[in-house]
Nanobody, 121 residues
Framework: QVQLVESGGGLVHSGGSLRLSCAAS????????MNWYRQTPGKQREFVAS???????HYADSVKGRFAITRDNAENTLYLQMNSLKADDSAVYYC???????????????WGQGTQVTVSS
């Protein structure tokens, strides 16, 4: 089985920075696309950023120029560097990955448990 474990969330002042991590453990053969999403109470989960195995990145307009998504393929770990944080960035952040699990012919989507980011204004 595969688990995604997130870390790095917390409370930060407006303008501050945080770095989120998402480590995949278990029988991982290969991880395809990796995403970050976020969700606030009463709202739908929204896309934040994605990165392909080759390093191609895409960002939501709301975070472009402030957030940076990276990955360590050797360590099966995903990162999100968040700078110039605003109160509107407060949310639970989730990693989401398309993973080929050893012994299973087709890859599948996995989610982390979420990590809370709170930005005080």
């Amino acid at each position: 089985q595969v688990q995604l474990v997130e870390s790095g969330g917390g409370l930060v002042h407006s303008g501050g920075s945080l770095r989120l991590s998402c480590a995949a453990s278990g029988t991982v053969d290969n991880i395809h696309i990796m995403n970050w999403y976020r969700q606030t109470p009463g709202k739908q989960r929204e896309f934040v950023a994605s990165i392909t195995p080759s390093g191609e990145t895409h960002y939501a307009d709301s975070v472009k120029g402030r957030f940076a998504i990276t990955r360590d393929n050797a360590e099966n770990t995903l990162y999100l560097q968040m700078n110039s944080l605003k109160a509107d960035d407060s949310a639970v952040y989730y990693c989401n990955e398309f993973i080929h699990v050893a012994g299973i012919p087709t890859p599948g989507w996995f989610w982390g448990q979420g990590t809370q980011v709170t930005v005080s204004s």
